[in-house]
């Protein structure tokens, strides 16, 4: 039985990673930890260079309860604007 589900979920030895693209929920059944969340990057211009990344959280090791979670995913910016922010666990990533 998976500890939790939503996003898509990819396996690497020992750990699970739930990829969202959109805006969903993480039902997690067993508790876990949290590793990182991503904000969208920033856009690029038509004659300049491209788009910054977005602002990065990173959580290793800190507790995830059970229930369903809310996870909110930026955005990338558009022209010459910033992404948006991503949400998940009480922790934003800047956009």
Known sequence: MPYATGGTVY??????????????????????????????GGGGTINGGGGGGGGLVYTPGEAVTTGDKTVTVGNGGSSQANGQNSVFNSHTASG
Do not use: D, P
């Open 11 to 40: 396996v690497s030895g020992a750990y699970r990673y739930h990829k969202f693209t959109s805006s969903g929920t993480l039902a997690v059944s067993e508790a876990g930890t949290m590793l990182s969340i991503v904000a969208g």
